[in-house]
């Protein structure tokens, strides 16, 4: 077959791709190429590794099943980075777990008001490692943009710095890979890894919590980078001194820089986000339907993507055209539950039916383990499934100060991880709460 013909039956495959799976279509699949394909086999030419690992995690089944739609035979779908497209200068060195994501780039990140801080602060830090705020700590609740800027630092300071070691992972990957190089005796090989690097990137940093060694490791990490000027960018779902069972001395050092938070979105921003998403799918979507769609779903970004996912689903399975009819009735059934916020209110209920005691009883001043473990669950839950703050659950609950609150929702944690029975009751309890009517 020519390479021109070739290339045609490239672009139905992702016609098709785009039908089967609207989720994962990308606008710039229209880039990739054909590296070979000879009837049972197909290679896909990528630009970059990131690309590699999108397609492969992502889109080998419907790739594959696209493939075999349109040529009518079984054939095995490869993708591999096209050496043709790489200019010749050598990619700088770095190490990312997961690789970055092809689509978190600050391209493709909107800026609002809720987010322009920790934009701005990781804008400044990818272009002068180590010079502006180092550490750099974003934390926010989930869904809300971390990792997606954490990916733009490492994509921005990768094109920038040539040769520059950019080493990203997630808290867990940290932890589990020091737990790994103990058992292996090689806690000295660990050390150089990730004490010489130019830029060290860790998502997730609520997972150190109650893990004191891999804390220690840590400290003497940052430690390490720090002193030498290379730049530390961290994550976590609150603010260093709210992450329980956290060393003083981390949380101190951890304020050094500069830390920035991310809030929810507004209306505004969210239907820019949907616009922003749909162009990266290369779907065409009404500014009505995008509109509702910010309107209806508040939640958390995530959900905003999903919300564009299932509607596009719903228009390709009927073969009908996006209107905002098609949309509501998309979302019906996700709307219900979006719009069913938990409440502490929703928290005090559970809990005072089982354990059998009254609302005044947990908001007292008693001290007696009946009332103190119930009031302590209601402080962990109430912060572990709203998003109210430490004050405002404390003043829910008596008027109790937040160091109050900080320290329930330790023991409670800590209860949790050690006592099976109080690990089921909690899920049990968070169950009940999800869908109250069903008790
Ligand atoms: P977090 O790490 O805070 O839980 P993520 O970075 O995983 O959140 O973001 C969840 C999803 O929302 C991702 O697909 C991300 O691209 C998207 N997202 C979050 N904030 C924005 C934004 N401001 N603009 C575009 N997409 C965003
Ligand atoms: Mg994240």
Redesign the pocket.
Known sequence: MAAQEVQTVLTEILGRVKALDPANARHWFENLTVLHFDGGSLVVGCPDEATVQFLHDKCKTSFTRAAQQITGHLVAVEFRICTEQQPSRPRPAHRTEPPLHP??TFE?????PS?RLAHASCVAVSQSPGNTYNPLFLY??????????LHAVCHQAREKLDGAVIQLLSCEQFVNRFIHAIGEGNVLGFQSQFRTVDMLVI?DVQFLREREQSQQEFFHTFNALYNNGKQIIL?ADSPPAEIPSLEARLISRFNWGLVAR?DP?SYE?RVA?VQ??AQLRGLHISEEIAEYIGQKVQA???E??GALTTIYALAVTNGQDVTLELAQRALEGQIQLADRHTTISDIIAAVTKHFDVRLADLQSKKRSQSITMPRQICMYLARNLTRHSLEEIGGHLGGRDHTTVMHACNKIDQAKRSDPKVNALLNELTRQIANPLRG
């Open positions: 689509d978190y493709n990140f909107v800026v609002g987010n926010g609740n989930s869904g809300l943009g971390k990792t997606h800027l998502d994550s991310i979105p921003t986000i922003k998403k958390n970004i995530r905003l993507e």
